[in-house]
Nanobody
């Protein structure tokens, strides 16, 4: 059984930064792509960013490109999301997810495990 535990969310002002972390259990973390999704109230869960198993390839949603950076440390079984220049429209619950393929993980249907989510609120 794989467990993903997110941390690092909070309440910030527009223009501030936050770094989310997702710690994964299990010995096979480095075999899988990892990603971040978010869901705002009344909206569908949407793709934010994904990273390949080795960390060499990354994908981003257009609305976060240039502001967010995904990274991973396979020695620590952890994936990160550095979020800079946050905007009120970034307010959502952010979820960490694992997927078998990087391309597949650009859609929620491509995830096989999810974390419980961490709230990010950006005030104007």
């Amino acid at each position: 059984q794989v467990q993903l535990v997110e941390s690092g969310g909070g309440l910030v002002q527009a223009g501030d930064s936050l770094r989310l972390s997702c710690a994964a259990s299990g010995r096979t973390f480095s075999n899988y792509a990892m990603g971040w999704f978010r869901q705002a109230p009344g909206k569908e869960r949407e793709f934010v960013a994904a990273i390949s198993w080795g960390g060499t390839t990354t994908y981003y949603a257009d609305n976060v490109k240039g502001r967010f950076t995904i990274s991973r440390d396979n020695n620590k079984n952890t994936v990160y999301l550095q979020m800079n220049n946050l905007k009120p429209e970034d307010t959502a619950v952010y979820y960490c997810a694992r997927g078998n393929t990087l391309v597949g993980l650009t859609s929620p249907s491509g995830a096989d495990y999810w974390g419980q989510g961490t709230q990010v609120t950006v005030s104007s």
